[in-house]
């Protein structure tokens, strides 16, 4: 019982929170060299695209330089124009500010779907990483069992040969053994496969790297620090403002218009006390107000956009609490295979030591100490697999946790 409360403590009190440091462990660069720069790529694409959508309302200075010739009096006249001219909106409705909003909730919500794309990465080369680990200790077992299997054929072959059994407990024990061979030769290709895909990932050696070792984590801080509903919030504050912009499209506009003008005077006109300047400013404001058969659809479409993110958080919180309730019954269950495992162990340990007791007397041979003994080794073994299966589901659920990975 005492080392069931141990077990339960590392794997169900919300108290523990995970003992690894991200930052501080040479696993913090697990990712390949090629995938951390399409990753830092993608989120500085994502600042570029944000400060553009920031600024998108700022209307451009337009520069222009125009020559133009006329042939229309006795002589062509020739005429240049600079003009620098500005149509700027400094008024829509609340648009404006809608539209600042909008695209810092879009930048935001970009930039944590790459974080999150990163993780999923994190996570596939950890998974194998243990994945790994975890089919080296059943290699072992495997070898065990086959030891077992060999013993087991010379005792059946032995007791067939005495009259004491017959022939089908010996193609039983054969059939075993084989069964066993064949579930090695299979285990030893899929590490090649896990290797291969861990290469895929990082330029690391998988064996060269220390493994984490997580802790439960609690409800609250699974949901409170959980990246997807971060980032599917600012997807609703994203749709939000996208609704007020639709809606400010169709409503008055007020804008400042000015022009600069540096031109050439026609001659005709640019008589001696003229008052006709080369240089000149026009400037004013205009109220624009659009009108579109599409308008009412346009809004109800962005309004429609907006209830479906606001449900989709709601989804995603309820299958983040089912996620979290469904992988604290799999530790559970780890917990009591791996209790299980260890009373097992307990008994085989105690049939040891009658069977080195009988073989000592001579009432036994040396076959039955050596599968008793076996047996010890593979519930050992067991035990370890189990941890790393409980080592997997915490993974799952860290994965998304902020300062986690």
Known sequence: MKDLNVLKKHFLLSSLFLSFLWGENELSNILSNDKNVLLNQQVNQSGIQTQQLEKAWINPIVMQYSKNYSTQFSTTIGTGQFVVSVDQPVFKMGGIWSAIKYAKALGQANKL???????QLVSQALTILYNLKKSKYQLQKLELMTQNDMVDIQIQKESYEEGLSNRTLYDQALLKRNQDITSRLELELSITKLENDFSLLSDSSPYALSLPSFGMIS??????????????RLRVEE????????LTKYLPELSITGRYINEDLNPL????????????????FKVTLPISVNSLNDIQSSKIDYLTAQVTLNE???LLVNHFK???????????KIELSKDDAKHYKSMLFTAQELESSGDSTGLDTKIVANNVKIRKIDQEIYKVDGQLELLGLYVNVADAL
């Open 219 to 232: 409800e609250n801080r699974y949901m409170d620090e959980q990246l997807e509903l971060q980032r599917d």
């Open 269 to 284: 006109f640019a008589q001696p006390g003229s008052s006709l300047k080369r240089e000149y400013f026009n400037y004013g």
């Open 316 to 318: 995603k919180k309820k």
């Open 239 to 246: 749709k939000k403002q996208n609704k007020f912009m639709t």
């Open 326 to 336: 469904l992988s604290k019954k799999r530790l559970e269950i780890i917990d009591q």
């Open 113 to 119: 779907e790459i974080e999150l794309q990163k993780r």
